[in-house]
């Protein structure tokens, strides 16, 4: 049940922060559950190679770069899902930080705990 309520809380995060015009389009809700479910597999799996892969360079900039990291994650996952768009590099990296705030915050609205 947890995992149906973070998945759906994740799809409209993804939803509100591509309803604010910075350079993410989602075609559509039924694409935006499909995006989640695509990015929470894509952080399961891509998302820890890329942290030991570029672990210098996250050390070397106080753990900064894994803002990159994470609009690299929503990258490939707008690669994956059709009708799922990122203009460039930069509102991937802004969108992934809102994407988490919003998360972050319905997740504490809703109650639900990991």
Known sequence: MKFLARWIISAVSI???ANLSIGVTVLGFKTTIVAAAILGIVN???RPILIVLTLPINIVTLGLFT???NGITL???ASIVNGFY???VFAAIV???LISIVNMILVNLVGVKK
């Open 86 to 88: 990122v203009e460039n």
């Open 75 to 77: 990258i490939i996952t």
């Open 67 to 69: 803002f990159v990291i």
């Open 95 to 97: 969108a992934s930080i």
């Open 15 to 17: 939803y509100i922060i």
């Open 44 to 46: 399961t799996i891509i």
